[in-house]
């Protein structure tokens, strides 16, 4: 299998960018699937079942192609964060998670479109809150405006003043694409990164 193949399953510019840093050539295309989480699913699960079913959705569309699908689903206290999309939910969202841990699942699954073969893997971080008065959840919304991201905050830029501390294997997992298990992943495809 060559790297001219690899297709990344997704519209996200996060994760287009992340894969950037594998100096692959590859090519981005959303996959429309149903992400709505099963009754009683754990977010884990959600998530690894979401990136699968993301990068099977383009395997008839792409012969010959390794196809890599992700996903992410944030938790606090058991209830599930979203895309917040507007600056009064994500307002809502930080006040929230203010001095709170979440729980950030993202799972990965890499499908050869000609085989049928995967495999999957899911990355867990947790975010440590620091204690944000509204003033200050307020200039951060104001400032970054990260109403697609999962959570309401970007890790990669100014969001990364609203934590205490991450702790997790990989920080790319955190913006939507754990790189660290997609090369382990790739390698068991053929596909060497170095």
Known sequence: MTTQN????SSSRYRRKLLEKLHLPFVAEAADIDETAHPGERPERQ????????????????????????????????RQLTKPGSFAVTMEQLQAVAGQAVEFYTGICLVDSDTGQYECAMDRCTVHFRALTDRQIKRYVQREKPYDCSGGFKSEGLGIALFERITGDDPNALVGLPLIKLVGLLEKFGVSVL
Request: proline share 3%; net charge positive; charged share 15%.
């Open 6 to 9: 690899l297709i990344l399953a």
């Open 47 to 78: 998530a690894v079942r979401l990136a699968q079913e993301k990068a099977q959705a383009l395997s008839g569309r792409y012969p010959h192609s390794l196809i890599i699908g992700s996903d992410q689903v944030a938790v606090l206290q058991g």
